[in-house]
């Protein structure tokens, strides 16, 4: 990943895990897939940033964790959201909408 | 919960962390098998794309709270190896921070106890005493009243809820064949409630008790009853024989309900015929005030009551008086004590000043020799805020070290003054122990400094030059700043420990002053004892003769005994106040005199000369002739330079004698020198003695001088009285000399003991100040002392240069110590005796002691840079 897409990413690493937790546990190397396929490959999340991602999230009480039996039969580490992680979610895309509606208003119109 | 759970799961959360990441490697080594790689391939792209797994874990670990519990934990670890590697440093930050901490809260839980919070009673802020001041002589006053009088009061004003009174008398409880001399009060109804204090045992006096012809009882102090009854319950319900009547105990008064001073109490009130219409009986009051009313209110209210009342008894009524109303503490802390106090809670507030100061200097200091550890350190990278972490660290170790062993040193100081604490000077009801609020206050000025002056060093790192600093190291002058701020620190404690010393210094020559009185007569092998008589069968002179005219001789036959006395006070104090008129001569103003009553040998007991005339006869005691002894003073201010032998002398103060005389005239036959007779430290006042024989009364005493140890006889004199009249008993028996050294020189001592031992820890840690700024600076100019020396320097003149430089704050430090003190002087005054507070003596001491001391201790360090090889200094880098 580029040195811009690392820095793009930083800000709104955070929002997109909630997000993608927010539909279901889900064990960290599945986050990164489904980041990585939704987005069609362009983020690309290193685990370097992913993994201190989630505890820092775990530990802020927005994600709790779970050791449950994968579909293979191995133990991994799921991540669910909370009730405060949720209200946190909605807040931060919330903020990303605004942000992202002032950007375009602003691109659009000085043309 | 689970937050703290992992504190002690430790490996069980790293395991957690490796199997999450081993989990998520293999899936994507099983991602990439499955989409067509061979295995090995498979394994190392996986791999390479993971990255350094210990750093990322090692990220993931910071996310965690107890992260930072680790990293306090390291840093703690590592700020207790520093220190233990500076020992010297921190033994001496830790102990001047514990004595600051220790001292000061040791000194002002004994204030807060003694004078704020005496007491267990109900409500006590409240409690007042009443005091009939003598507008006219502004040292006199009456604090008990007739019984007649507490009841108007509690009639007429408006301003008391409640009042209660009590009436002091001497107990002799007759047990088989000896007697014990008991401190009895007789109470009024309602006093046990107005306390508000349940007993120990039994039940408090009730008012069926006072009904007349109600079955006598009593209650029991704790403290007697524990020490002197062996704490023996079964003694409830008993009978005890107590002046010849026998008295229930029905009650144990609560461990520290001590009204009065008082072993038993009795009821006694205005049913009592006995009681009602004796006007000589006098009661101390205790009145709870209303709690919107002022003391000042009150005072002026009762004024206005006690005018009428003095229409009633002119006898008991001095010309211009007023009733002063004061807190009950008042009455039972000396106001001298009160002060003293006072002024030992500021001298140990200039002591944690000193302790603080000295802290704050020592870190200074050790902060500027690492200035180019930091330097090193924050040029390797180190975050100004892990700097501050760690120096945080350091002075958490100091700050821990120090409240620990200054709550220990507080708690042996509230042991130790308690232990040694004069009597009479605080309420026996009090109970001093550690105050929590004040000891949370030193800690937190305390840590506070340490904090503060701790973090000096990671300012300075962040803020200067780090190229600067590291050339700096060594090279002489650098730091003028914070130099400066040290040299203040320093001089600030000089100033700070010269206040210390010079009081200590007034203190000294105040108690060596009082040592010193000429006192007029001997107190040493002299037996005093009060012997309290019962008023009913002795009650005029004749009966008071018959018991101690046999009594004198009795004792007189005690083998080593000399002389023996009988006498109505007690040296140094003479005998009831009261008005006198000599014979032609007329004033304006009122003349006063002491009157004693005494025997014949009375003189001859203390040692004090005759100067003119003769003394009374045993004859003349016997038969109970009008003659009158003075001393000089009487003789000089009232009969000027006329010879008074032979002139007469009226006494027509209603106090001098107990019981009414027809004739007040009595024929000077002697003069005496002057002795003291109102304590060492107030002046000589006119005085006089009569044959006690005059007049009847019951509070008597006596003094026998032996060739022994007046304490060896004890026992003799009391089997002599027992002998005399088996219901009679003799309290306090004393060495005379003993009496005076705990009413005259206790005090004083202690005093002396608190301010000197605070001035010791003072001068101590303004030494240690004063040397380890001079070493620091000296250490730091090794470079340049040992280029003047190449350069051809002699020793003397680096020795001159670094005492130069220690002169200079030592100096302003005392001089502003010394504008200080003489600032201070007045508070000062009040507690020193027969020494001004500008003592020069004093003063010069102290200053030639503080130079003194500030040069040895700069000297010891300058000594030690002139053995420097200036070659070695010249490489020293």
């Given at each position: 990943m580029g040195q811009e897409k690392a820095e793009f990413l930083k800000g709104t690493l955070d929002m997109l895990i909630l997000k993608i937790v927010a539909a279901g546990p889900i064990h960290g190397y599945a986050i990164s897939h489904r980041i990585q396929q939704i987005s069609r490959d362009f983020f690309q999340i290193p685990q370097g940033s992913l993994y201190p991602a989630l505890h820092r999230l775990e530990e802020r009480g927005w994600l709790t964790a779970e050791w449950k039996d994968t579909e293979t039969g191995r133990e991994a580490k799921f991540y669910k959201l909370t009730r405060m992680g949720r209200k946190q979610l909605e807040t931060e895309v919330l903020n990303w909408e605004q942000l992202t509606n002032a950007v375009s208003l602003i691109l659009r119109t000085v043309e | 919960m689970r937050r703290l759970r992992r504190l002690w799961q430790k490996p069980l959360v790293e395991r957690q962390l490796d199997s999450e990441l081993k989990f998520h490697l293999e899936k994507q080594i099983a991602d990439y098998v499955s989409s067509g790689l061979p295995p090995e391939e498979a394994r190392r792209r996986a791999s390479l794309e993971f990255g350094g797994v210990e750093r990322f874990k090692e990220e993931c670990r910071e996310a965690r709270w107890e992260h930072h519990l680790d990293i306090i934990v390291q840093d703690f670890r590592f700020a207790v190896r520093g220190l233990a590697k500076d020992r010297r440093f921190a033994f001496i930050a830790i102990l001047a921070l514990a004595l600051g901490i220790g001292a000061s809260t040791a000194i002002f839980s004994v204030v807060y106890n003694a004078l704020f919070q005496p007491f267990v009673y109900?409500?006590?802020?409240?409690l007042v005493v009443l005091r009939l001041r003598d507008l006219d002589q502004p040292d006199y006053w009456r604090g008990v009243f007739t019984l007649g009088e507490f009841q108007e009061f509690q009639k007429q004003n408006q301003l008391f809820d409640s009042a209660v009174a009590n009436l002091q008398d001497d107990m002799v409880y007759a047990v088989g064949d000896s007697n014990m001399e008991l401190a009895g009060n007789y109470v009024t109804p309602g006093c046990f409630e107005f306390y508000g204090v349940a007993p120990f045992l039994g039940r408090w006096l009730e008012p069926?008790?006072?009904?007349?012809?109600a079955a006598p009882v009593f209650v029991m102090r704790y403290a007697t009853w524990f020490e002197k009854f062996g704490a023996d319950s079964a003694l409830l319900g008993k009978p005890f024989s107590l002046n010849a009547v026998s008295r229930t105990l029905v009650g144990i008064a609560a461990p520290r309900f001590v009204w009065g001073g008082a072993d038993l109490w009795m009821p006694r009130g205005p049913e009592d015929p006995k009681v009602i219409r004796n006007e000589r009986q006098f009661w101390g009051i205790v009145a709870r005030i209303k709690s919107n009313v002022s003391l000042q209110e009150a005072g002026a209210n009762l004024t206005v009551i006690a005018q009428q009342l003095s229409a009633i008894y002119p006898n008991q009524y001095p010309k211009r008086f007023a009733v002063e109303v004061l807190p009950f503490v008042y009455a039972v802390v000396p106001p001298r004590f009160r002060e003293a106090l006072y002024v030992f809670s500021a001298a140990v507030g200039l002591l944690l000043l000193i302790g603080c100061g000295n802290v704050a200097n020592l870190l200074l200091a050790r902060a500027a020799t690492r200035e180019r550890e930091f330097a090193v350190r924050s040029a390797l990278g180190a975050s100004r805020f892990r700097l501050i972490r760690q120096l945080l660290a350091e002075s958490f170790a100091l700050a821990l070290g120090g409240a620990l062993l200054g709550i220990f040193f507080a708690w042996a100081g509230v042991k130790t003054i308690t232990a040694v604490i004069p009597h009479f000077?605080?309420?026996?009801?009090t109970v001093i122990e550690m105050n929590g609020a004040v000891l949370l206050f030193a800690l937190v000025v305390g840590i506070c400094t340490v904090f503060i002056f701790g973090l000096v060093p990671a300012l300075q790192a962040s803020r200067c030059d780090l190229n600067e600093s590291l050339r700096e190291t060594g090279k002489g002058g650098g730091g003028t700043g914070r130099g400066g701020l040290r040299n203040a620190v320093i001089m600030l404690e000089v100033a700070l420990s010269l206040i210390l010393l010079v009081t200590a210094g007034l203190f000294m020559r105040s108690f060596i002053a009082l040592q010193h009185v000429r006192l007029g007569l001997r107190t040493d092998h002299v037996l005093s004892a009060r012997v309290p008589l019962p008023v009913e069968r002795y009650k005029s002179g004749d009966q008071l003769n018959s018991f101690f005219r046999p009594l004198l001789t009795r004792l007189k036959s005690i083998p080593g005994v000399v002389y023996v006395a009988e006498s109505s006070t007690l040296p140094p104090y003479g005998g009831i106040r009261g008005e006198v008129e000599v014979s032609g001569k007329s004033h304006q103003e009122k003349w006063y005199s002491l009157l004693q009553l005494c025997s014949e040998d009375y003189f001859s007991v203390l040692r004090i000369p005759l100067v003119e005339g003769r003394n009374f006869t045993e004859d003349e005691v016997n038969d109970k002739r009008q003659v009158v002894v003075i001393n000089q003073t009487f003789q000089r201010r009232y009969?000027?330079?006329?010879?008074?032998?032979g002139q007469k002398i009226q006494f027509n103060g209603e106090q001098h004698f107990p019981q009414e005389i027809k004739d007040k005239w009595f024929e000077v036959i002697g003069i005496v020198a002057d002795a003291r007779n109102r304590g060492l430290q107030e002046p000589i006042d006119p005085e006089t003695w009569v044959p006690y024989t005059v007049t009847g009364s019951a509070m008597r005493g006596i003094l026998v001088r032996t060739t022994n140890n007046p304490a060896t006889i004890v026992k003799a004199v009391a089997k002599e009285i027992w002998a005399t009249d088996p219901s009679v008993a003799m309290a306090e028996p004393y060495p005379l000399d003993q009496f005076l050294d705990v009413f005259t020189f206790a005090q004083p001592r202690f005093g002396l003991w608190i301010v000197g031992i605070f001035a010791g820890i003072g001068l101590a840690l303004v030494t240690i100040g004063v040397y380890s700024v001079i070493a620091y600076s000296t250490a730091r100019r090794t470079h340049e002392i040992g280029l003047r020396m190449a350069l051809g320097a002699a020793k003397d003149d680096v020795i001159k240069m670094v005492l130069r430089q220690g002169l200079r704050f030592i100096a302003a430090g005392i001089a502003t110590g010394l504008a200080a003190s003489l600032g201070l002087s007045r508070i000062i005054a009040g507690q020193?005796?027969?020494?001004?507070?500008?003592d020069p003596l004093t003063l010069a001491a102290v200053v030639a002691l503080l130079t003194i001391i500030g040069m040895l201790a700069c000297w010891v360090p300058a000594r030690r840079a002139t053995r420097i090889d200036p070659m070695t200094a010249l490489r020293y880098e």
């Open positions: - | 109900k409500d006590s802020a409240h069926a008790d006072y009904q007349p012809g000077t605080i309420a026996s009801e009969f000027g330079k006329d010879n008074p032998i020193i005796w027969g020494v001004s507070a500008y």
